[in-house]
């Protein structure tokens, strides 16, 4: 009851009340104003390039950094990492979008943002991602034993952020 009370009191307020509506109308206002503006919204194009030598390369680096990291948990032993990916490179270009509104219609218009001379222009690659790694098969001599072959479950996990369910660890012959 006190808070209906004070707004009570500060609606009799002339001077209360008529700040409140001027602040109310600013509102408004400002929301009003803000559809007449692009907001920056960049939407993601995306282009994916076949399994390239640079994928070739970052999958054979990768599993040579996780062969030496993994080698070096106790009782592993010489271990070899095979790694898939889901695709080679992703690019993303950056773009500009239009939105336009009148009445009953609103049309969007997307645009590549477009760099070089007036002879060759091309898109603007906003971001170059790398393969994502989908799983990995590790073989190793010590992985007859239980507990070394949970540490590499473990370990090639937290390395490469894949569930264990994703990753299959078994003995070299």
Do not use: H, W
């Amino acid at each position: 009851m006190e808070i209906v009370e004070k707004l009570k009191e500060i609606a009799g307020n002339k001077r209360s009340a008529a700040g409140i509506f001027l602040l109310g109308a600013a509102g408004v206002f400002l929301l009003i104003l803000s559809g007449f503006f692009d907001g920056g919204d960049e939407a993601e194009i995306v282009e994916v390039k076949p399994y390239t030598d640079v994928a070739q390369s970052f999958c054979r680096e990768s599993e040579e950094r996780l062969e030496a990291f993994l080698e070096n948990i106790e009782g592993a032993g010489e271990v070899e990492v095979y790694l898939t990916v889901a695709s080679g490179e992703r690019y993303i270009y950056a773009s500009e979008k239009k939105l336009t509104e009148s009445e009953n219609k609103r049309d969007s218009e997307e645009k590549f943002v477009l760099v070089g001379g007036s002879g060759s222009r091309e898109p603007l690659v906003e971001t170059v991602r790398t393969p994502e790694i989908t799983g990995a098969v590790i073989i190793c001599r010590g992985c007859s034993s239980p507990v070394v072959e949970e540490r590499m479950y473990k370990a090639a996990s937290a390395a490469l952020g894949l569930p264990t369910a994703d990753i299959y660890v078994t003995t070299m012959k």
